[in-house]
């Protein structure tokens, strides 16, 4: 049961332009939302959080979008640089059965920018 | 952001030993630490949640006797991966929060192959 999606396994963007990546998900109890970027054999890097109350998080390019009614969320990236070149995660906020927090992940897209 | 240093980042093992991750939160108390499988293209899976001082709660399909967690002090945590096997040869990465904050910092991840 993948409770948070990531639709498209992989995007390109031109450089300069604007990247959009989705993320739905189907747990209405998720508080929190965040972002990591992925290189290859590397751990990920936190980006962007929002909070479920808030539908907008803006931090220099970036800037995710929270869609509650529609369970979605969106991360853009303007303008978009070939060091944005990488695998992008969203992951979801909750808590388990034990009262522990944990993430969960989407599937994640690979964003590739064109030079 | 926060410092998580894992270590070994590559480790190759003969198939029945041991193999030892350490994950260190650098700079911060990490209250609960988190550690994650990643295959080849595909999302990260939660393999266990460890508090400090405490037992760890292992995700369901996560064999806690293979998978050993101890999370013995606030900086440390430690993943065993006991009488491996080649189908347990993957991209293991562990991931630190600190009390009170949402956002989760992850290690540079572990490359194991079992050969």
């Known amino acids: 049961d993948q409770q948070v999606k990531q639709n498209s396994p992989s995007l390109s963007v031109q450089e300069g332009r604007i990247s959009i990546l989705n993320c739905d998900y189907t747990?209405?109890?998720?508080?929190?939302f965040l972002w990591y970027k992925k290189y290859p054999a590397e751990g990920p890097t936190f980006l962007i959080s929002?909070?479920?109350?808030?539908d907008k998080n803006e931090d220099g390019r970036f800037t995710v979008f929270l869609n509650k009614s529609a369970k979605h969320l969106s991360l853009h990236i303007v303008p978009s640089q070939p060091g944005d070149s990488a695998v992008y995660f969203c992951?979801?906020?909750?808590?388990?059965?034990?009262?522990?927090?944990?993430?969960?992940f989407g599937t994640g897209t690979r964003l590739t920018i064109i030079p | 952001g926060a410092v998580v240093s894992q270590h070994p980042s590559r480790v190759i093992c003969k198939s029945g030993t041991s193999v030892k991750i350490e994950c260190r939160s650098l700079?911060?108390?990490?209250?609960?630490m988190f550690w994650y499988r990643q295959f080849p293209k595909q999302s990260l899976m939660l393999m266990a949640t460890?508090?400090?001082?405490?037992?760890?709660?292992?995700e369901q399909g996560v064999e806690k006797d293979k998978f050993l967690i101890n999370h013995a002090s606030l900086t440390l945590s430690t993943l065993t991966v006991t009488s491996a096997h080649p189908e347990d040869s993957s991209f293991y990465i562990c991931?630190?929060?600190?009390?009170?904050?949402?956002?989760?910092?992850f290690g540079q991840g572990t490359r194991l192959t079992v050969v």
């Open positions: 992951a979801a906020s909750g808590r388990t059965n034990f009262g522990n927090e944990k993430l969960t």
């Open positions: 460890s508090n400090e001082g405490s037992k760890a709660t292992y």
């Open positions: 991931s630190a929060r600190e009390v009170g904050v949402t956002e989760a910092f």
């Open positions: 700079d911060f108390q990490a209250t609960t």
């Open positions: 747990n209405s109890m998720f508080d929190y």
């Open positions: 929002i909070s479920s109350i808030k």
